[in-house]
Nanobody
Framework: QLQFVESGGGLVQPGGSLRLSCAAS????????IGWFRQAPGMEREGVSCIVKNGGATNYADSVKGRFTISRDNAKNTVYLQMSSLKPEDAAVYYC???????????????????WGQGVQVTVSS
């Protein structure tokens, strides 16, 4: 069973930055494309970004393009989400999950399972 541990959240002022980490528990992360998702109170969970297995291609939601950067360090079994120029509307609980990869260079923000971790809270407020 794929299990993930998210970390790095917190409170940040608008315009600030945070880096989230996603660690694999009990399996090798580089066997999977990985995506970040978020869910704000009263809203549906939405895809934020994904990265293919070897890190060679990424995908972003329009709302975060140019502000967020996803990366991975397979040697450390960890995927990161660097968030910059944060806005109040970025506030949510952030989750990572294995996602669909097609061919070598395309991932989709569609989770392979519904087995979500605890997530990490990101609050953007002055």
């Amino acid at each position: 069973q794929l299990q993930f541990v998210e970390s790095g959240g917190g409170l940040v002022q608008p315009g600030g930055s945070l880096r989230l980490s996603c660690a694999a528990s009990g399996f090798t992360l580089d066997d999977y494309a990985i995506g970040w998702f978020r869910q704000a109170p009263g809203m549906e969970r939405e895809g934020v970004s994904c990265i293919v297995k070897n890190g060679g291609a990424t995908n972003y939601a329009d709302s975060v393009k140019g502000r967020f950067t996803i990366s991975r360090d397979n040697a450390k079994n960890t995927v990161y989400l660097q968030m910059s120029s944060l806005k109040p509307e970025d506030a949510a609980v952030y989750y990572c999950a294995a996602v669909i990869q097609v061919f070598q260079n395309m991932c989709f923000m569609s989770p392979l399972t519904k087995n979500w971790g605890q997530g990490v809270q990101v609050t953007v407020s002055s």
